[in-house]
């Protein structure tokens, strides 16, 4: 069936719908993609570049996402095409247009993606009263502050390690971004005797070969201070750390900063994922040709959803904690087992593993997508 919009397929999308009101510059778009798991999640992005393509790709994303990770929800994603460093004012009277607009779509649960916080996610919950990744004052967890991508991370490369031919003690780990998913993945490593040689945030690197200590940068990090002038490190360029000798490699800052040009100044192990889509798919292949895991990233980032679909749910933070834990470390085995029996890429037997549970959950439906 060729679709109306061109982009459908037997999976999604359940929905689209534009918002547009010229007198508020109002400009945004929802995606539902698939509910057969339960009411989509997924995150609300304001940027002024933004398009319909690019939503409905990370809407799918999140339909992966949430059913590699075994919630019960959905993929969807929203849209605003404005500038997300409006005045406040201006911001959060656009946010609030735009879920009021939204207010009846129950089958999507807002969260916060790139150009919203947790601030914006607490004018949607009071003005609809659906989002999650909200602040603790009114039911949240705060994940980026506790670190629940980054510990999802951690628990991703020992899930990984039978595969490879190192122990995590002493291993050597370089983060490229600094930031909510890199610091914590670092710091929960290197609670488990790893050693960070290497860290990047946007305006350079920092490197010790001895092991940087994790506190103090993280500690630096967060009284403004950019990773290079790390008293305790060496200074690098900002990409000098694609080629930083280590046994565990984490993206954890932009999309596509590996490619078939860099792919092989890479000098590690395995690596992991924290941001989406850190590697083209030309390039990861490449690697698995080398013999090089790279974990993908819908399987080793999940923390932050889990996190967000037990807030929904009404859970504890530890029980948030414990389910990060528990899933991504089953998903990772499950990956691995498939990447071991079909001789085939992760990212293949992730999406394969994440197609099957979506199917399941639609065969429960009278209607398969609704
Ligand atoms: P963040 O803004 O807290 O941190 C990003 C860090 O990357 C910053 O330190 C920034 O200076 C640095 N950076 C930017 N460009 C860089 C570059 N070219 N080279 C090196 N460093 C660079 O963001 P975050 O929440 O840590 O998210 C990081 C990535 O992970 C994003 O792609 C995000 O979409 C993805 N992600 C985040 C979560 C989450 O829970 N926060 C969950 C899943 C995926």
């Known amino acids: ?61 999140m339909t992966l996402k949430n059913a590699a990770a075994g919630l019960p929800h959905g993929g969807g994603k929203s849209v605003l095409r404005a500038d997300p460093t409006l005045p406040r004012a201006e911001k959060e009277a656009l946010i609030r247009a735009f879920a009021g607009a939204l207010r009846d779509v129950e089958d999507y649960i807002f969260g916060p993606d790139m150009g919203t916080d947790e601030q914006c996610m607490a004018w949607v919950k009071d003005e609809i009263g659906r989002s999650v990744g909200l602040p603790r004052e009114v039911g949240g967890i705060p994940l980026d502050e506790l670190g629940a991508t980054g510990l999802g991370v951690a628990r991703a490369v020992e899930a990984a390690l039978p595969y490879v031919d190192f122990e995590l003690a002493g291993a050597r780990v370089a983060i490229q971004g600094f930031g909510a998913v890199g610091m914590h993945a670092a710091r929960f490593l290197s609670e488990k005797g790893a050693l960070l040689v290497a860290a990047s945030d946007s305006s350079g690197a920092t490197r010790d070969d001895a092991g940087l200590d994790v506190t103090a940068l993280i500690e630096a990090k967060r009284n403004g201070q950019p990773v290079r002038d790390f008293a305790d490190g060496r200074a ?82 530890q029980a948030a904690f414990d389910a990060i834990e528990e899933k991504i470390i089953q998903n990772t085995e499950a990956m691995m087992d498939r990447v071991r029996a079909d001789q085939t890429l992760p990212r293949q037997a992730a999406t394969e593993m994440a197609d099957i549970r979506i199917r399941r959950a639609m065969d429960t439906r009278r209607w398969s997508i609704f």
């Open 236 to 317: 690098m360029e900002r990409d000098a750390i694609i080629a930083v000798p280590c046994d565990i490699w984490v993206p954890a800052a932009r999309p596509d900063v590996i490619d078939l040009s860099n792919v092989d100044q890479l000098d590690t192990k395995l690596i992991v994922q924290g941001a989406n889509i850190p590697i083209t798919l030309e390039a990861e292949a490449h690697l698995h040709r080398k013999g090089i895991l790279s974990l993908p990233d819908f399987i080793a980032n999940a923390g932050g959803v889990i996190c967000a679909a037990a807030e929904y749910a009404g859970a504890t933070q």
């Open 1 to 61: 069936m060729v679709g109306l919009l061109g982009i459908e397929d037997e999976l999604g999308p359940k929905r689209v719908i534009h918002v547009y009101e010229p007198s508020l510059s109002l400009n945004g778009i929802l995606v539902v993609d698939n509910v057969a798991a339960g009411p989509s999640i997924g995150g609300l992005r304001m940027a002024t570049d933004v398009t319909l393509s690019e939503c409905f790709r990370l809407a799918r994303a």
